[in-house]
């Protein structure tokens, strides 16, 4: 068991809600005639469950499977079904050219740099030519940078629960820019909110393949 599992067993990301921005997002994929969907690191699936009651075409990653259990879970209360997988990110279980969309919603920073090039590379080599992502990294303003022990440049890993062990990367503009060289950035901006005093600050950033 990861300590994903761990996490999610103490009732973490337990959150029911979509995002907005996953919201907002639907709305251009459904002006666009997207289908397929891919929630990268679903979760407990709250996003994921708005995309099939939305009627995409949905399927579900993530490397907990306690997590998974918990979105197949609310899933099949509300009667719907869908293909979840148990998989790294850095390589995707899936046919090249097969989504019209990937979200990767508060995911794809739980890694190195270098594991966070993979997970892009997988993400377009799995996306249709047109296709559409929603990535959403951590920015450098965030309270948490520099929190735990630095293992490279930008990247640290937890010394304190709840999130012991786990694994974040902070970019800026520039970096995230670079990271997604092989894509056309639609729109990108900072999301900011204060939460009990503390900043959290995310890019979201809109690509096309
Ligand atoms: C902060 S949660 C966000 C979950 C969901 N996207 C949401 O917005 O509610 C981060 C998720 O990333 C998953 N995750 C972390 N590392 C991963 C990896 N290497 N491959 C796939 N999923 C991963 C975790 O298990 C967890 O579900």
């Excluded at 993530?62 to 209360?77: C, G, M, N, W, Y």
């Excluded at 997988?122 to 965030?142: D, N, P, Y």
């Excluded at 309270?143 to 440049?153: A, N, V």
Aim: with cysteine; net charge positive.
């Amino acid at each position: 068991l990861t300590k994903w599992d761990d996490i999610f067993k103490a009732g973490s990301f337990g959150l029911k809600e979509p995002d907005k921005f996953v919201v907002d997002f639907s709305r251009v994929l459904k002006e666009r005639k997207a289908k397929t969907v891919l929630d990268l690191g679903c979760g407990a699936g709250r996003n994921l469950i708005f995309f099939v009651r939305e009627g995409f075409d949905v399927y579900g990653l993530d490397i907990s499977k306690v997590a998974l259990r918990k979105a197949k879970e609310t899933l099949s209360q509300e009667g719907f079904s869908t293909e979840l997988k148990n998989a790294d990110m850095t390589a995707l279980p899936y046919i090249s050219e097969f989504f019209d969309a990937i979200v990767c919603i508060y995911v794809i920073y739980h890694n190195t740099l270098e594991g966070m090039r993979k997970a892009i590379a997988e993400i377009h080599r799995s996306l249709k030519k047109k296709g559409l992502a929603l990535l959403v990294f951590q920015s450098r303003r965030s309270w948490k940078y520099r929190l735990g022990k630095q293992i490279e440049q930008g990247t640290f890993v937890q010394t304190e629960e709840p999130e012991k062990g786990v694994i974040h990367h902070f970019s800026d503009e520039h970096e995230i820019k670079h990271l997604l060289s092989e894509f056309r950035i639609l729109d990108m901006k900072l999301d900011e909110f204060e939460f009990k005093g503390r900043l959290h600050s995310h890019w979201i950033a809109m690509i096309e393949k």
